[in-house]
């Protein structure tokens, strides 16, 4: 399964990172932005299957704000990428119902592991909502 990705990252190297490391494994990264006011902006244009959205990114809302704001408004599945690990914000995150949370640091392996995980939970939405 392809998956059409956009990635919310507002670290350049880590942005390049998921993107490369999405694209060789035969996934489309429709494009990144480092902020999530640029992305909401996008979503009215493009739509992917899944977006890799950071919790810290610049702007005037965070990666969870935005989250919510996708939930309501476009219905997008996301997963957060995080360095974070306090609790208060790893319990706000999962709050906001995302398909999955990578954490931070991640090399490729492990996250070639977290991506076919996604495809997998993708997989089995898309098949539970055909019988529906």
């Given at each position: 399964m392809s998956l059409k990705i956009i990635v919310v990252e507002?670290?350049?190297i880590i942005q390049m990172f998921l993107e490369e490391v999405a694209q060789n494994m035969g996934?489309?990264?429709l494009v990144s932005t480092d902020n999530g006011e640029d992305l909401l902006g996008l979503l009215d244009t493009m739509v992917?299957?899944?977006i890799l959205l950071d919790i810290g990114i610049t702007g005037k809302h965070s990666g969870i704000e935005i989250?919510?704001?996708l939930n309501v408004k476009y219905k997008v599945p996301f997963v957060f990428v995080t360095g974070n690990s306090?609790?208060?914000?790893?319990k706000r995150a999962k709050d906001s119902s995302p398909?999955?949370?990578i954490h931070k640091p991640i090399?490729?392996?492990q996250l070639e592991e977290e991506l076919e995980t996604i495809e997998h939970k993708l997989s089995a939405s898309k098949h539970l909502e055909k019988h529906r």
């Amino acid at each position: 399964m392809s998956l059409k990705i956009i990635v919310v990252e507002d670290n350049f190297i880590i942005q390049m990172f998921l993107e490369e490391v999405a694209q060789n494994m035969g996934h489309e990264v429709l494009v990144s932005t480092d902020n999530g006011e640029d992305l909401l902006g996008l979503l009215d244009t493009m739509v992917p299957d899944v977006i890799l959205l950071d919790i810290g990114i610049t702007g005037k809302h965070s990666g969870i704000e935005i989250a919510e704001i996708l939930n309501v408004k476009y219905k997008v599945p996301f997963v957060f990428v995080t360095g974070n690990s306090d609790h208060s914000t790893i319990k706000r995150a999962k709050d906001s119902s995302p398909l999955h949370i990578i954490h931070k640091p991640i090399d490729e392996e492990q996250l070639e592991e977290e991506l076919e995980t996604i495809e997998h939970k993708l997989s089995a939405s898309k098949h539970l909502e055909k019988h529906r």
